[in-house]
T-cell receptor, first 113, second 113 residues
Framework: QQQVKQSPQSLIVQKGGISIINCAYENTAFDYFPWYQQFPGKGPALLIAIRPDVSEKKEGRFTISFNKSAKQFSLHIMDSQPGDSATYFC????????????FGSGTQLTVLP | DADVTQTPRNRITKTGKRIMLECSQTKGHDRMYWYRQDPGLGLRLIYYSFDVKDINKGEISDGYSVSRQAQAKFSLSLESAIPNQTALYFCATGDYNSYNEQFFGPGTRLTVL
């Protein structure tokens, strides 16, 4: 039961380009939507997160766009750099629950120099 | 020193063997989690614990057991390993005050022959 669907599975972008990763969720009770970044040989680490009371959150080159009515959210990486090459996971959780994160299937991003 | 450590980092074992993966944390967090990562499936929750006396099953607990020996230690056991348990296993910690952010260890790559 995939409650958070992520696409694409892999993405190749030229340096300086925009990387866009999309996620869709089914459970309308979700109210916290983080993105995790994972480098090879490392565990995932929180990159940026958003709550549904805002439609966009920006931190440096990374932006989350959130569409509550469509139950979709996306990660935009502006001016993509080779150092951004990693696997990205979207996730969702419910406040007051066991703080369980439901993860998407992951996107392997490669930024070409 | 790393905040969340996992041992071993790599393990190859045979079908039917009992295996224990260990996780230790110095973050002082009360919540600990075990996930497995498979290509194309993202991260799936196996077990989680809110304190030493609290153990909860996650999405895919069958074939696994856990022990919370202390606030800082959470171990995952495979009582009788089978090949489809070959995966990357991650331990994570969380804190009530850090909302839903989870902090991941470096992972254990387990191969069951």
């Amino acid at each position: 039961q995939q409650q958070v669907k992520q696409s694409p599975q892999s993405l190749i972008v030229q340096k300086g380009g925009i990387s866009i990763i999309n996620c869709a969720y089914e459970n309308t009770a979700f109210d916290y939507f983080p993105w995790y970044q994972q480098f090879p040989g490392k565990g995932p680490a929180l990159l940026i997160a958003i709550r549904p009371d805002v439609s966009e959150k920006k931190e440096g080159r990374f932006t989350i766009s959130f569409n509550k009515s469509a139950k979709q959210f996306s990660l935009h990486i502006m001016d993509s750099q080779p150092g951004d090459s990693a696997t990205y996971f979207c996730a969702a959780s419910i406040s007051g629950s066991a703080r369980q994160l439901t993860f998407g299937s992951g996107t392997q991003l490669t930024v070409l120099p | 020193d790393a905040d969340v450590t996992q041992t071993p980092r790599n393990r190859i074992t045979k079908t039917g063997k009992r295996i224990m993966l260990e996780c230790s944390q110095t973050k002082g967090h009360d919540r600990m989690y075990w996930y497995r990562q498979d290509p194309g499936l993202g991260l799936r929750l196996i077990y989680y614990s809110f304190d030493v006396k609290d153990i909860n099953k996650g999405e895919i607990s069958d074939g696994y057991s856990v022990s919370r020996q202390a606030q800082a230690k959470f171990s995952l056991s495979l009582e009788s390993a089978i090949p489809n348990q070959t995966a990357l296993y991650f331990c994570a910690t969380g804190d009530y005050n850090s909302y839903n952010e989870q902090f991941f260890g470096p992972g254990t790559r387990l191969t069951v022959l």
